[in-house]
């Protein structure tokens, strides 16, 4: 009885942590809306948030078991949040030696700690990277824009310096067009979103990576994530990542003509 209450206790305090430095955020994708009935359901999730930040146990079995690309085989690795973590690669992009290390509401923050064990360490002939979204939602902590740029260096600095090319993708627009939507985009900021992307392909092409533009051909007349493209305002739908595939085959192929 006294350990399941120092427990509970303990769990309790974690939520009083993630409260007080704004880390809940990230959960709402993940975990049920709180109630009486999955509240120690949620306490645990954080609880296990809290012994391993990064996710570096997610990849890291598959990682081990994946091993070294055979002979003649171009590994691309897609590393980012819930809408790479949702993208099935084989059925979009069949017969492809294509790695999705997505985790769902990640930053970039946190793909960084992780982008040795799950990219470097793969050794792929490309990475594309897709992330930003969340950092703009606050999902980690508040965060400024210079400092989600330098993540996106040090992450741009590792895959340099490990000989594998690299694919910038731009952030996603988002919409609050449904009632689902309206959560999503209200912690996301469209301006934040433009200026980031901005960033990224001033960056790309100063450095010599490819940019991944998705958010043009995905926005609206209103700058918002066209309707008929996510349910959520946020996460593709199947027509999303129709729009999508192409857009990635055409910067991996021209990352590996640059090789």
């Known amino acids: 009885m006294i350990v399941r209450r120092l427990r509970t206790a303990g769990r309790l ?9 704004g880390l ?10 709180p109630t009486p009935d999955n509240a120690e359901q949620r306490a645990t999730v ?3 948030w809290l012994q391993d930040w990064p996710n570096l146990a997610r990849y890291r079995q598959a990682d081990q078991e994946l091993g070294a690309p055979k002979a003649g085989e171009h590994r691309v ?13 084989a059925q979009y992009f069949p017969g492809k030696p294509y790695v999705n290390r997505g985790i769902s509401g990640q930053t970039t923050s946190q793909m960084l700690v992780r982008f040795r064990q799950d990219v470097i360490d793969l050794h792929p002939k490309v990475v594309v990277v897709l992330a930003g979204t969340n950092d703009i939602a606050g999902n980690t902590g508040p965060i400024t824009l210079e ?21 910038l993708s731009s952030i996603t627009p988002i919409n609050n067009y449904t009632l689902r939507s309206k959560l999503f985009f209200a912690e996301r900021s469209p301006e934040k979103i433009v200026a980031l992307n901005k960033w990224l392909k001033q960056y790309a092409s100063e450095h010599g990576y490819m940019y991944l533009d998705y958010f043009t051909p995905m926005v609206d007349e209103n700058g918002m994530l066209k309707k008929d493209l996510a349910s959520d305002g946020l996460h593709p739908n199947d027509t999303g990542y129709k729009i999508m595939v192409p857009l990635a085959e055409k910067a991996i192929e021209q990352a590996m003509a640059g090789a």
Not at 149 to 161: C, G, V, W, Y
């Open 46 to 48: 954080m609880w296990k």
């Open 77 to 89: 690795v897609f590393m980012g949040d819930s809408i790479t973590d949702m993208w099935n690669l």
């Open 24 to 33: 809940y955020a990230q959960y709402l994708q993940a975990v049920p809306k």
């Open 13 to 21: 305090c974690v939520l009083l942590l993630f409260g007080s430095l």
């Open 147 to 167: 400092e989600i740029e330098r993540n996106f260096q040090s992450m741009s600095d590792l895959a340099h310096a490990n000989g594998i090319k690299l694919v």
